[in-house]
T-cell receptor, first 114, second 113 residues
Framework: DVKVTQSSRYLVKRTGEKVFLECVQD?????MFWYRQDPGLGLRLIYF???????EKGDIPEGYSVSREKKERFSLILESASTNQTSMYLC?????????????FGEGSRLTVL | KQEVTQIPAALSVPEGENLVLNCSFT??????LQWFRQDPGKGLTSLLL?????REQTSGRLNASLDKSSGRSTLYIAASQPGDSATYLC????????????FGKGTTLSVSS
């Protein structure tokens, strides 16, 4: 079974702190994604990556950055956390589009910024 | 820009009932469509994936259909059970390189015993 692991299920941070959300997948997937999910807004794409050291902006990249130094790991970074970044963050991975393209998600990281 | 809509936003049914969840999308140029289940506070679990060349996929009591020309997909759940209570989301992937999935906002299903 594909496993996507998000290192922290629950985090509480203060405004202005630097926050790292880590995601690791064990199926050698090229594609990795970071979404945030908010009530009434659904899932919105923050960043995605199609290969090591590659990154592409999604719909809402402002206030976020990402790092993909190894194929299995995709990190989301909040350089200076703000209260409006309180949300559920979901990481996902998939094979490249020429394959099935099926998307597999981690359990999510619920971030609260005070 | 692709938009995905799921109606209704919430649905309550008694146990044993057959039900249909709806998903519509505005751009028919899709690569595939995927249905997910999400339990409260958890991540998304993939249920069914339909490629653009397929009409339907089945897994157990679940059947998903795809009509690309009309921009619609349905998820049919047979003989519903309380354990089916969850939020169901559909998502479409465009067939241009570099596109990610676009999600609907989901239908929250409650099955009462």
């Amino acid at each position: 079974d594909v496993k996507v692991t998000q290192s922290s299920r629950y985090l509480v941070k203060r405004t202005g702190e630097k926050v790292f959300l880590e995601c690791v997948q064990d199926m050698d997937h090229e594609n990795m994604f970071w979404y945030r999910q908010d009530p009434g807004l659904g899932l919105r794409l923050i960043y995605f990556s199609y290969d090591v050291k590659m990154k592409e902006k999604g719909d809402i990249p402002e206030g976020y950055s990402v790092s993909r130094e190894k194929k299995e790991r995709f990190s989301l970074i909040l350089e200076s956390a703000s209260t409006n970044q309180t949300s559920m963050y979901l990481c996902a991975s998939s094979l490249p589009g020429v394959g099935t393209g099926e998307l597999f998600f981690g359990e999510g990281s619920r971030l609260t910024v005070l | 820009k692709q938009e995905v809509t799921q109606i209704p936003a919430a649905l309550s049914v008694p146990e044993g009932e057959n039900l249909v969840l709806n998903c519509s999308f505005t751009d028919s140029a899709i690569y595939n469509l995927q249905w997910f289940r999400q339990d409260p506070g958890k991540g998304l679990t993939s249920l069914l994936l339909i490629q653009s060349s397929q009409r339907e996929q089945t897994s157990g009591r679940l059947n998903a259909s795809l009509d690309k020309s009309s921009g619609r997909s349905t998820l049919y759940i047979a003989a519903s059970q309380p354990g089916d209570s969850a939020t169901y989301l559909c998502a479409v992937k465009g067939n241009q390189a570099g596109t990610a999935l676009i999600f609907g906002k989901g239908t929250t299903l409650s099955v009462s015993s």
